[in-house]
T-cell receptor, first 115, second 112 residues
């Protein structure tokens, strides 16, 4: 079966702009989580969506937002981009129907560069 | 709160064993994971262990857990150049969100 698909793979934006990243989970997976990966901070959890609702949220400013559609596809949006937002943004999907441990499958990520 | 720490780099010779170490802080019962990230790729779950276990072995991989010291290690036997990657340790707490907290990753470099 197809894995987690993230688009685009690479993106260059200018400070102050906004950006939308997309994630298509594995078929049948209803949970989608987003992470920011930077060399300095490692992997930081942004938020998790399940059944179109944000179920968990990390410690990021309100400029970072997301949503999930009825087909479980998810988007995340970053407004008013800052240089420090340059990172690899990873999406992970899982079957997590309840708060239980199930394996998360990661996409290849979107490399965002803010100039 | 949760905090996971690991050393940033490890260099080994091909054929030797690699041992990647990790410490965590949460004393609650927890799942502990090892993920692998190859260049340009996402994270791949290698293995996980629940904190009531001491050891788990899967082919060339051995996970050892010292719950008293909150120390987790991943041993890769007969390390190959294809094992060169970043290895992440992560933990999550049952009954909570189950969202894993990741360490910063250990870059494993395997040289001939």
């Amino acid at each position: 079966k197809a894995g987690v698909t993230q688009t685009p793979r690479y993106l260059i934006k200018t400070r102050g702009q906004q950006v939308t990243l997309s994630c298509s989970p594995i078929s049948g997976h209803r949970s989608v989580s987003w992470y920011q990966q930077t060399p300095g901070q490692g992997l930081q959890f942004l938020f998790e969506y399940f059944s179109e609702t944000q179920r968990n949220k990390g410690n990021f400013p309100g400029r970072f937002s997301g949503r999930q559609f009825s087909n479980s596809r998810s988007e995340m949006n970053v407004s008013t981009l800052e240089l420090g937002d340059s990172a690899l943004y990873l999406c992970a999907s899982s079957k997590r129907d309840r708060s239980e441990n199930t394996e998360a499958f990661f996409g290849q990520g979107t490399r965002l560069t803010v100039v | 709160g949760e905090d996971v720490e690991q050393s940033l780099f490890l260099s080994v010779r091909e054929g030797d064993s690699s041992v990647i170490n990790c410490t965590y802080t949460d004393s609650s019962s927890t799942y502990l994971y090892w993920y692998k990230q190859e260049p340009g790729a996402g994270l791949q779950l290698l293995t996980y262990i629940f904190s009531n276990m001491d050891m788990k072995q899967d082919q060339r991989l051995t996970v050892l857990l010292n719950k008293k010291d909150k120390h987790l290690s991943l041993r890769i036997a007969d390390t190959q150049t294809g094992d060169s990657a970043i290895y992440f340790c992560a933990e999550s707490i049952p009954g909570g969100s189950y969202i894993p907290t990741f360490g910063r990753g250990t870059s494993l470099i395997v040289h001939p």
